[in-house]
Every structure is written in C-alpha cells, then in structure tokens.
C-alpha cells in the first residue's frame, strides 16, 4: 500500500470543528442584525393633547367642559395644572365673562357645580376670594357656599369662624343663614345668637328672621324685635307681622297695637289691615279708621282694602264707602271702587256712582 495515496483520501464525514466555527459565526450575525434594526413605530392613536400654539379655537363651551372636569383626568398627565382647582375656576370665570347668553352661562355654572365633590368646596371658595371678575366671583361664591349649606350647614360654619373679616366672610354667613334657617330654624338661630361680632351676629340673625316671615312669622317677630333699631329691623318687623296677621289677624293686631313707636305701630298696622282684608274686609277697614292717623298712609291703605272687598262683594264695600265724610279718602276710595265694580258689572257701578256724586 502506498502511504502517500492513503493519506490524500477525503475522510468519509465532516469534522466536528469545522461544523462549530459556522454555528458560532451565524449565531453573531444574527445578533448583530437584530441590534442594529431600527424600533417598530409606535401604535397609531389621538395625541396626547393640543399644542398650545394650535390654530383651532377654544368655545366657552368647551373651557366650561374643561373647567368642569375637576377629578378626571389622569394623574399621569403631564399637563395636569399644579393646582386643578384654581386652573379650572379660571376657565370657569373667563367663559362666564366672555358668554353674553345669561341661559348658557347658567348651564355653565349648572354643570360646574354639579360636578363638585364636598371636599372641593373649601378649596373653591379660597379660590374664589379674590378671583376676577368680581361680579361673576362673588355670585358663584354665593351658590357654592348655598351647596355646601345644603349639604352640612355646621361644617359651613366651622369654616367661616377661621375666615377673615370682611366681604366674602359675610356675603357667605348671610347665605349660610338663609339656607340653614330653611331647613332647621332652630339650629341656624343658636349658631347666629352664638357669633360674637355684633354687627356679625346682627346680620346673620336678620336673615334668618327674613327666611322665617313665611313658615314661622311669629318666631320671625321674636328674633326681629331683638335687633338694633334700623329701617331693615323696621320692615321686617312689618313683614312679619302682615304675614302672621293672613293667619291670625286678631293675635297679630293685638300684638302691634303694643309696639311702643307710633310711626312702626302705623305701618305694622297697615300691613295687617290689608292681609286681614282677604278674610274680613269689615274689620280691616275699621281698623284702619280707628287706628291708623289720618293721612296718606290711612288713604293709601282703605284704598287697597277697598281694591280687596270689591273683588269680592262690590255692593257691601260700595255701602260702606258710601258713610265716609267728604274728603280725600271717599274720593280715593269711590274712584277705586268703580274701577274694580266697572270689571264686573259696569252699569251698576256707574249707578253707584251717579247717585253718590
């Protein structure tokens, strides 16, 4: 055998080695493929939000949609105002001042304020101290301290004991009292009786006693009497008392006839003679002759007696217009007369009338 021959024979297999060198090489050609390929694009989808510098114009619709929007969007969004509250009230107020449509505006505050949670109320209020403009500040002050009073009418009151002095402190006390007076009168007085600033005190209770004239006229009356002496003390005393005396005339009328003041007993017994009108016109009336000191204020008020009974019984109130002296409230009261008789039955009030004049 020749050993040079047998040495140059191809091997029947390929060798091991060789095999691994080509694995490897592929393995790092792939790899270097997939490194160097470049990123899949990303998902197609709304961008997160409108440029600033973008041309489409924002409606007072949509930055009270906005404004609204209090707690839903995302705590993630990089876009979210350091301080939502305020962010929103500010949209809130220039689309209120920038709206001519007094319906649109009041859905816009509709919508804001039912979008509101409790704990937002505090913050909305300090927001709105000092906020422009004043005029739509102050009336959405007003409504948002109204919900918050509906709501806990105590927690309104703690928070306004650690207010300032000052416009919005009573603008909201005034508003609390009136809401709490409507739902619990009783509590809404001890808190007003309990402030220690007079003035304070004074005007809360005043408008508790005003939000009382109609579903408790005689606890209006014991609040009211209570006040310092001012016209506005004055005119809710007569309120009260016209109100209870539609109920109760004789209780009503005996009480006034006490008061002290011969100009407030006047007009406190005006106002009754006219509300008692509706039930017993005789009786009004007299009470008006015998009680109230000639003048324009007695004219003034047989006159609208007078308007009352002839609605009713225009013959009865024509009998006893006719035994008033001559003067000017028989001349009041007979033109009067006529006028409200001529609407039902005008040939006998002109009959009337011939024969009276």
Not at 3 to 17: L, M, Y
Not at 179 to 199: F, M
Request: charged share 15%; hydrophobic share 45%.
């Amino acid at each position: 055998m020749n050993p040079t021959r047998t040495s140059r024979r191809p091997p029947a297999h390929p060798q091991p080695a060789r095999w691994l060198g080509v694995a490897v090489a592929g393995v790092l050609l792939t790899a270097g493929i997939r490194h160097f390929r470049p990123p899949a694009p990303p998902p197609a989808g709304p961008p997160a939000a409108i440029p600033a510098t973008s041309a489409i114009p924002v409606t007072p619709s949509d930055r009270v949609l906005a404004a609204a929007n209090l707690h839903h969007r995302p705590a993630a969004d990089p876009l979210a105002p350091v301080n939502p509250l305020a962010d929103h009230l500010a949209q809130l107020l220039q689309a209120l001042a920038t709206e001519s449509d007094p319906l649109k505006r009041e859905q816009f505050i509709t919508d804001y304020l039912a979008r509101l949670n409790p704990g937002d109320l505090p913050g909305v209020l300090a927001a709105l101290n000092h906020a422009p403009p004043v005029e739509f500040a102050r009336d959405l002050s007003r409504r948002v301290v109204r919900l918050w009073a509906g709501q806990n009418p105590a927690a309104v009151a703690a928070w306004l004991s650690q207010q300032p002095a000052g416009d919005q402190r009573q603008l909201a006390a005034e508003n609390l009292a009136l809401v709490w007076a409507g739902g619990d009168l009783a509590s809404a007085t001890d808190w007003g009786l309990s402030l220690t600033d007079p003035d304070e005190s004074s005007s809360v209770l005043t408008a508790i006693a005003g939000e009382a004239v109609r579903s408790d006229p005689a606890g209006a009356l014991q609040l009211a009497v209570d006040l310092p002496p001012t016209a506005s003390r004055d005119d809710l005393i007569r309120r009260a008392a016209t109100e209870w005396a539609t109920g109760d005339a004789t209780n009503a009328v005996a009480w006034a006839e006490q008061i002290p003041d011969p100009d407030l007993r006047a007009n406190v017994l005006a106002g009754e003679a006219v509300a008692w009108a509706g039930q017993d016109p005789v009786s009004a009336a007299t009470l008006a002759l015998q009680q109230l000191p000639p003048g324009r204020q007695q004219a003034d008020t047989i006159v609208s007696i007078i308007e009352r009974w002839a609605q009713q019984q225009p013959q009865a109130a024509a009998d006893w217009v006719a035994q008033f002296p001559e003067g000017p409230v028989r001349t009041a009261a007979m033109d009067n007369l006529v006028t409200q008789w001529s609407r039902q039955d005008a040939p006998a009030a002109q009959q009337w009338l011939a024969r009276h004049t």
